[in-house]
């Protein structure tokens, strides 16, 4: 004796409970929608950008670079009275 409510009952046990379809439309369809929606990926680019702020100037810094050490020493030297001049100015 077969009937379509058997059938329907025998597909819907051996069929894994329905388990996967409802899966599907609770985990993967919404984190589908997500990535689809957020494809451009506003938070990496913030990630982005700063690697390229960083990497421009460490193109700028190293155009500085010469070699020769007399000029970095010069170069700190002057850094150093800025930053004291900076220093007494603040504190006068």
């Not at 982005?48 to 020493?73: D, K, M």
């Amino acid at each position: 004796m077969k009937s379509q409510a058997g059938d329907a009952t025998r597909r819907f046990w051996f069929g894994g409970w329905g388990f996967d379809a409802l899966y599907d439309r609770v985990f993967v369809g919404p984190f589908v929608w997500f990535a689809r929606i957020n494809k451009r990926d506003g938070v990496d680019f913030v990630y982005t950008a700063a690697a390229g702020i960083t990497r421009g100037f460490h193109h700028v810094v190293a155009l500085t670079q010469s070699g020769h050490l007399r000029w970095y020493a010069a170069n700190m030297a002057i850094g150093l009275l800025v930053a004291f001049a900076i220093v007494l100015v603040v504190l006068a």
